[in-house]
């Protein structure tokens, strides 16, 4: 039996791998994380001990990430529950070293290095009318498309699958954040993933995004809250030097749920119907 961690960070399910376990294969991350049939997840993450602690991230169809802050908060979690660390910690990913450190029974404060570009303007035809957004990487590539009015109608289903492939945003695709300002300390966010195919319930790295946007249009102001699918608010502030940003900080839940011992049968399981 293979031994494995479930972990939630505002609401993105993780499963995680840890010594003795060994980094699993692409195919074994697509088997685990199939919901219904499997455990489910958003994605997978092995941490390998050092200083600073390694961290390495696969999506749900077993495509790795350089970064997933919602993971790398919920790695920390882990790290603090298993007593490699005490109160902080370094985390090595494939976009840099971030340190991590407690913030309360269940939350984490993660700081993230600065942003490599500013956004630019993309502008994307669907066939039924021209979609407005601002592209940018946060350790992965995304899409913020400003989105006036409740979230709560945004065809994300619809408009995320073309959106996330489209050439515009590069051939690797990018993930998609649909962002509602509330305020000027205060947004609503829901984001369609690429290597889930699928809206999930929070996106650090999208909720990143979305304050870069906002922060660059002069709507956003410091420190603010993003509102996630999950119910999670989740906390991002920091520093910004004539427009720069200089330093990021978020905060938010992070949460250890179970350890699991996996049977066979978590592994043994029928083709998807649309490979058949």
């Given at each position: 039996m293979t031994e494995l961690w479930r972990l939630s960070g505002a609401g993105n399910d993780f499963l995680a791998v840890v010594p003795p376990g060994?980094?699993?294969?692409?195919?074994?991350?697509?088997?685990?994380?199939?919901?219904?049939?499997?455990?489910?997840?958003?994605?997978?993450?092995?941490?390998?001990?050092?200083?600073?602690?390694?961290?390495?991230?696969?999506?749900?169809?077993?495509?790795?990430?350089?970064?997933?802050?919602?993971?790398?908060?919920?790695?920390?979690?882990?790290?603090f529950h298993l007593g490699w660390r005490e109160e902080s910690a370094e985390i090595r990913?494939?976009?840099?070293?971030?340190?991590?450190?407690?913030?309360?029974?269940?939350?984490?404060?993660?700081?993230?290095?600065?942003?490599?570009?500013?956004?630019?303007?993309?502008?994307?035809?669907?066939?039924?009318?021209?979609?407005?957004?601002?592209?940018?990487?946060?350790?992965?590539?995304?899409?913020?498309v400003p989105w006036e009015g409740?979230?709560?109608?945004?065809p994300v289903a619809r408009l995320g699958p073309p959106l996330r492939s489209h050439p515009a945003v590069g051939p690797s695709g990018a993930n998609v954040d649909f962002v509602h300002l509330v305020g000027r300390r205060d947004f609503e966010i829901r984001s369609y993933e690429r290597g889930v195919e699928s809206e999930t319930l929070a996106c650090g790295t999208?909720?990143?995004?979305?304050?870069?946007?906002?922060?660059?249009?002069?709507?956003?102001?410091?420190?603010?809250?993003?509102?996630?699918?999950?119910?999670f608010d989740l906390e991002i502030s920091g520093e910004t030097d004539g427009g720069a940003i200089r330093h990021w900080s978020l905060r938010g839940d992070a949460r250890v749920l179970a350890r699991i011992e996996v049977r066979d049968e978590a592994v043994d399981q029928p083709a998807r119907p649309d490979t058949v």
């Open positions: 060994e980094p699993p294969t692409e195919t074994l991350v697509r088997r685990w994380c199939r919901r219904g049939v499997s455990l489910g997840a958003d994605g997978v993450l092995h941490l390998e001990p050092g200083d600073p602690v390694s961290l390495r991230y696969w999506n749900a169809d077993g495509t790795p990430a350089d970064l997933c802050l919602n993971g790398t908060r919920c790695a920390a979690q882990l790290l990913t494939g976009a840099g070293t971030l340190r991590a450190r407690r913030a309360g029974p269940s939350e984490v404060a993660l700081e993230v290095p600065i942003l490599p570009e500013r956004p630019r303007p993309v502008e994307i035809d669907l066939g039924d009318g021209a979609i407005r957004g601002w592209f940018l990487e946060v350790g992965v590539p995304h899409l913020v409740d979230l709560t109608g945004c999208g909720v990143l995004a979305a304050a870069a946007v906002g922060l660059h249009r002069e709507e956003l102001e410091l420190p603010t809250t993003a509102r996630t699918r999950g119910g």
